[in-house]
């Protein structure tokens, strides 16, 4: 599964192989959840609210870049790093 951010420890991945609609999956501390991007929750849960107001907030700065990774990964192309918060 190929990361394409990490940022106070929240870990953004993407499958290659994955079904619609286009999705995440971010890992936070022994969390996960899968996440639309509109920052929609549709699987599992951060169960830290700052994680997941953080995560939406990366979701709604980066979301072409994200739209870009998925096309990306429907393709087999390698995927684009967004960088870290800094």
Do not use: C
């Not at 953004?12 to 996440?35: C, G, L, R, S």
């Not at 979301?63 to 870290?84: D, H, T, V, Y």
């Amino acid at each position: 599964m190929p990361e394409v951010s990490r940022f106070f420890g929240i870990t953004i991945t993407m499958f290659y192989d994955d079904y619609p609609p286009p999705h995440i999956h971010v890992f936070y501390q022994n969390n996960a959840a899968k996440f639309d991007f509109l920052g929609n929750i549709i699987d599992g849960n951060l169960k830290s609210p700052t994680a997941t107001r953080l995560l939406r907030e990366r979701i709604d700065m980066h979301n072409k870049e994200l739209e870009k990774n998925w096309e990306l990964a429907r393709i087999g192309r390698p995927l684009e790093k967004i960088p870290p918060l800094v």
